[in-house]
């Protein structure tokens, strides 16, 4: 689950991290409001002006602005709440944005005094274990350094059974070139920053900079931060956070019946029991000449309903033209799978798109006669392959 900035430093704070002190405001004059609070805490006469969308690059897409008063705080609220915010992480139309984060100005007395650096912590699934990822070249896209300084990507990989140790985060100060107090503020951020990576099950933790300021203070000054679904359960008050305005919303229906749905720009829907198997299908089509218009796993314990939810969601979407349903009777009955097909036809109305279904494993005799049965206008197949070119012939 993806997290705003303000949210990702909330978690940050709670653990420890020095963040910039912020306020969140949904309209230009609630942005001026939180100025004058920022400005009575912290005594900044400047102020950082954020969007709060789920995509990095904001600065580069207008979405983030240094407001030297009060008047310049209620402006770039103005021009920024309400605007399609385009970034190189976002679609060509945009993210609408809802809400700024008006923060301190943590560059003082000015940016010749500051020192940014890029730090990452996430998993390494080729080791099984979380590594640290950071570089003195912070503020910067980190594809760009590897591509054009790799000798400035450290990497710290960390033993889960001993967890993040003393020489590592001394390591991780010394190669970003710090000494003395900042050496030190670093030692404390980096092990503060690990705390709050495992403590909220994050599977990313991404700051980008992070801020050495002129006093030698640490601070958070970016934060993207994905938690781990599957460990939200662990963490009610991080899964309230979630921002469905954020989310594709057929995803987000998808995901009220246990359907793992993700939208793709190709024109075959696709239905299909287990992720493997669902990507050898997509491979499947793209090798016969189609292109896959969703990626959609019904799960193992699919029944009647939720197939016909299923189908539901892959007709919401107008570029589809085919429907391939692959289904491998393992755990599923494939003859509830064929019942899920009938009732959604029957429930749904005309569907004006051709299917075509490959039922294999348990049941699959008693699911085929089922849609045999049905007298619907259903291609049906045995082999994977047969069911691909099927699918390249109903296009074409």
């Not at 896209?141 to 993040?164: M, R």
């Not at 781990?228 to 989310?247: F, G, K, S, Y």
């Not at 075959?268 to 287990?274: D, E, K, L, S, T």
């Amino acid at each position: 689950m993806n997290l705003h900035e303000f949210q990702g430093k909330k978690i940050l704070s709670g653990y420890g991290v020095s963040v910039p002190y912020g306020i969140v405001a949904d309209s230009p004059a609630k942005a001026v409001d939180a100025a004058k609070d920022v400005q009575k805490k912290t005594g900044s006469d400047r102020w950082a002006v954020k969007a709060q969308i789920h995509a990095g690059g904001r600065g580069k897409g207008g979405g983030v602005k240094i407001a030297k008063s009060l008047d310049e705080v209620k402006q770039y609220a103005d021009q920024i709440i309400g605007m399609m915010l385009v970034t190189p992480q976002t679609s060509a139309e945009g993210k609408l944005v809802g809400k700024v984060l008006i923060e301190q100005n943590i560059y003082y007395p000015g940016p010749s005094n500051v020192q940014e650096f890029y730090m990452s912590i996430l998993l390494n699934r080729a080791t099984g274990r979380s590594m640290i990822m950071y570089s003195p070249r912070g503020g910067m896209d980190i594809e760009k350094v590897a591509e054009e300084t790799p000798e400035e990507i450290f990497t710290e990989e960390i033993d889960p059974k001993v967890g993040l140790q003393g020489f590592q985060m001394r390591q991780i100060a010394f190669n970003l070139g710090l000494s003395g107090v900042a050496f030190k503020e670093m030692v404390k951020f980096v092990k503060a920053l690990y705390d709050a990576y495992q403590g909220s099950d994050a599977s990313l933790f991404e700051i980008n900079p992070v801020i050495k300021a002129a006093d030698d203070k640490v601070f958070a000054a970016d934060a993207k931060v994905v938690i781990d679904n599957n460990a939200l359960h662990r963490h009610p008050d991080i899964a309230v956070m979630r921002d469905l305005t954020e989310e594709d919303p057929i995803e987000v229906e998808a995901s009220r019946f246990d359907l793992n749905y993700v939208k793709l720009d190709g024109n075959v829907g696709c239905m299909v029991n287990g992720a493997g198997l669902a990507m050898a299908t997509m491979d499947m089509i793209k090798m016969y000449g189609g292109e896959p218009a969703n990626f959609l796993d019904v799960g193992g314990t699919a029944n009647a309903k939720r197939v016909e939810e299923a189908f539901r969601i892959i007709l919401k979407d107008p570029n589809v033209k085919a429907i391939l349903v692959n289904i491998f009777g393992g755990i599923v009955r494939c003859d509830r799978v064929a019942q899920g097909i009938v009732d959604a036809y029957t429930n749904i109305g005309e569907i004006n798109v051709p299917i075509i279904v490959r039922l294999q494993g348990t049941n699959a005799v008693e699911g085929k006669a089922l849609i045999d049965q049905s007298g619907l206008k259903v291609y049906s197949a045995i082999k994977l392959e047969d069911a691909a070119s099927l699918v390249n012939e109903v296009l074409n």
